[in-house]
């Protein structure tokens, strides 16, 4: 079964300052699809970015951004610029007919 | 508005008792899901169903139950046989399959007393 790991459980982050999160997945598939989601303390999921793993060119979304390593498997999210409402908890996904999670990370920005 | 909604926000079970979680969407998504979230745990899927009529286990199904009769409505009913349900609960749609973007809900909190 493909499993998603986020290593890093918390981080912290000054108010303006840039934070790269990480994700690592396992899996023998071609084609598939990644997520990053935000869960602020409401504990809403947020959809903040998807990468479609075909495509080469890394996705973006205002100031979030992903750095895409298909052959090390891996999916970083780097939200530049933070801002306080960026604290939430991120999780990590890896979806091909089969949606899964890493355990999250904690970020928190500080004024 | 077109979304998701889940209710109750709380939800509070003696033992022994069944529960019914609500999910309800209008976003016309033919597929809807439910997840478990526990502490220091990613999403664990409990059912998923791409269908009206029609529903998958997932990987932790055991103690729980759903229902598909309409597109709009997906509830959950967490019965008696599940050893430990206290738990916050997510409901999800997507256009089509897995390989959609998910949209959540706003999540169940339920405590067994």
């Known amino acids: 079964a493909q499993t998603v790991t986020q290593s890093q459980p918390e981080m912290s982050v000054q108010e303006a300052e840039t934070v790269t999160l990480s994700c690592t997945y396992d899996t023998s598939e071609n084609n598939y699809y990644l997520f990053w989601y935000k869960q602020p303390p409401s504990r809403q999921m947020i959809l903040v970015i998807r990468?479609?793993?075909?495509?080469?060119q890394n996705a973006t979304e205002n100031r979030f951004s992903v750095n895409f390593q298909k052959a090390a498997k891996s999916f970083s999210l780097k939200i530049s610029d933070s801002q306080l409402g960026d604290t939430a908890m991120y999780f990590c996904?890896?979806?091909?007919?089969?949606?899964?999670f890493g355990a999250g990370t904690r970020l928190t920005v500080k004024p | 508005d077109g979304g998701i909604t889940q209710s109750p926000k709380y939800l509070f079970r003696k033992e022994g008792q069944n529960v019914t979680l609500s999910c309800e969407q209008n976003?016309?998504?033919?597929?809807m899901y439910w997840y478990r979230q526990d502490p220091g745990q990613g999403l664990r899927l409990i059912y998923y169903s791409q269908i009206v009529n029609d529903f998958q286990k997932g990987d932790i199904a055991e103690g729980y139950s759903v229902s598909r009769e309409k597109k709009e409505s997906f509830p959950l009913t967490v019965t008696s046989a599940q050893k430990n349900p206290t738990a916050f609960y997510l409901c999800a749609s997507s256009m089509g399959g897995f390989t959609d973007t998910q949209y959540f809900g706003p999540g169940t909190r339920l405590t067994v007393l």
């Open positions: 990468q479609e793993a075909y495509k080469q």
């Open positions: 976003l016309n998504h033919d597929a």
């Open positions: 996904a890896y979806n091909n007919n089969d949606m899964r």
